[in-house]
């Protein structure tokens, strides 16, 4: 199947605003890195950090980069591929797992959202879905002595 430019581009802006509120590592053109928290991004891709941190250990609590001077923008964390806890979830919740590729989260019913960031709803599908992530999570986290 042929992706189109507009399906790529929905894409590219689903990953972007999924970091925000994460920890990533951006490099400027200048050869400066900052990393902090993604706070904001607006249409232009200018970002907004906080609690950021450069190279030299200076902190600042908010910066503001202009998109012209990204080289690179990183996750600091690590990926969560949710695909495979659709897989995982459709087992507990048959036909009930929908999983949606471009923002990588997981619909279970119509009330129950699972991101990399956790699980959203209530109810009795929400409370057993919380239950299942965090073992799901449990069995891919290597466990730490």
Sequence with gaps: ???????????FLAE???????????????G???????????TQLNLVLT????????????????????VHLDSVEKYIDL????????????GMVKYVEEANVVLIGDKVRVSEVGVE???PVAERAKRLYEEFLSRISPKTP
């Design 32 to 42: 400066e890195v900052y990393r902090g928290i993604l706070h904001a991004v607006d």
């Design 83 to 94: 695909r495979e806890f659709a897989k995982y979830a459709e087992k507990v919740f048959p």
């Design 121 to 123: 709803g209530a109810g």
């Design 51 to 70: 609690d950021a941190v450069n190279k030299s250990g200076e902190k600042y609590m908010r910066t503001f980069i202009m998109s012209r001077y990204v």
């Design 16 to 30: 972007l605003v999924n970091l925000v509120g994460r920890e990533v590592q951006v490099t400027l053109s200048n």
């Design 1 to 11: 199947m042929a992706t189109t430019l507009a399906e790529s581009s929905k894409r």
